[in-house]
T-cell receptor, first 106, second 114 residues
């Protein structure tokens, strides 16, 4: 079982700012997924990363998988209020980190 | 194509009562999951089913039972509810996509045990 640690736990920023959130483990991931969950809804998959060093971009979101496949980051450029939500990472065993709760203020 | 559906959306139980949470998916997925989500703890896996007729324990199975009735349906039963089972319960199914196994979640069931 891989234990996933996400940081920070909470993040509150102004619209237009940039931010990075992290997902770390002491074990090697075979793959890692990032989800966003909005209040009152289930998580929705954003991206899956598989290869060490991989970088994937989804509009203003950039996902990076560490070279050693033990960590991952999510960077959001010019955050918007619509980015508000809980960002979760999950390993291939379908176990989740506790998440980063992001609030973007207009 | 409804994806993953869950019933009920909300439920209030008294300690000791029993209930079954229903989940169905129409994506022809083999794997299905039940999670609970508590504040500050993310999603924790209760049980999963890799295929019709099989079920396995996850991280927090105590106090729960599951049934994989057929490929579409995966139910979660609380035989004797306890206040510690107050939570939001999510069902998910997963299938292979171009980048690996992808989970699709239902909208959740909010359970309050008094």
């Amino acid at each position: 079982t891989q234990l996933l640690e996400q940081s920070p736990q909470f993040l509150s920023i102004q619209e237009g700012e940039n931010l990075t959130v992290y997902c770390n483990s002491s074990s090697v991931f075979s793959s890692l997924q990032w989800y966003r969950q909005e209040p009152g809804e289930g998580p929705v998959l954003l991206v899956t990363v598989v290869t060490g060093g991989e970088v994937k971009k989804l509009k203003r979101l950039t996902f990076q998988f560490g070279d050693a496949r033990k960590d991952s980051s999510l960077h959001i450029t010019a955050a918007q209020p619509g980015d508000t939500g809980l960002y979760l990472c999950a390993g291939a065993d379908m176990r989740f980190g506790a998440g980063t709760r992001l609030t973007v203020k207009p | 194509n409804a994806g993953v559906t869950q019933t009920p959306k909300f439920q209030v139980l008294k300690t000791g009562q029993s209930m079954t949470l229903q989940c169905a998916q129409d994506m022809n997925h083999n794997s299905m999951y039940w999670y609970r989500q508590d504040p500050g703890m993310g999603l924790r896996l209760i049980y999963y089913s890799a295929s019709e007729g099989t079920t396995d324990k996850g991280e927090v199975p105590n106090g729960y039972n599951v049934s994989r009735l057929n490929k579409r349906e995966f139910s979660l039963r609380l035989e004797s509810a306890a206040p510690s089972q107050t939570s939001v319960y999510f069902c998910a199914s997963s299938g292979l996509t171009g980048t690996g196994e992808t989970q699709y979640f239902g909208p959740g069931t909010r359970l309050l045990v008094l």
